[in-house]
């Protein structure tokens, strides 16, 4: 699978900006999916992640009340709706996908990425 991540870019803290990450392929709702982040000079971080029919999501605790992940199967995407954001959301943010359905919180489970959309808070 194919992905390809869009949405980000530069927003006044508070702001909200909202992520879509599309695959290509027939299999989408396969996928259990994922959002990463990285920041410079740090390690890549799970934001959220979502099971297969939305039935489980996983956040972060620093994005827990603010950040929602959702998905369309019909449309082969996955969201993360970013809202209240601060300067320390500032990250290159990465979708990714892992076979089987359900997600897990380790970068290494899952196989296969996007090439990741810059988001930039300003303070």
């Known amino acids: 699978v194919q992905l390809q991540a869009s949405g980000g870019g530069l927003v006044q803290a508070g702001g909200s900006l909202k992520l879509s990450c599309t695959a290509s392929?027939?299999?989408?709702?396969?996928?259990?999916m994922g959002w990463f982040r990285q920041a410079p000079g740090k390690e890549r971080e799970i934001v959220a992640a979502i099971s297969w029919n939305a039935g489980m999501a996983y956040y972060a605790d620093s994005v827990k009340d603010r950040f929602t992940i959702s998905r369309d199967n019909a449309k082969n995407t996955v969201y993360l709706q970013m809202n209240s954001l601060k300067p320390e959301d500032t990250a290159v943010y990465y979708c990714a996908a892992r076979s089987g359905g359900y997600y897990t919180t380790q970068r290494g489970d899952y196989a296969y990425w996007g090439q990741g959309t810059q988001v930039t808070v300003s303070s």
């Open positions: 392929g027939r299999t989408f709702s396969s996928y259990g």
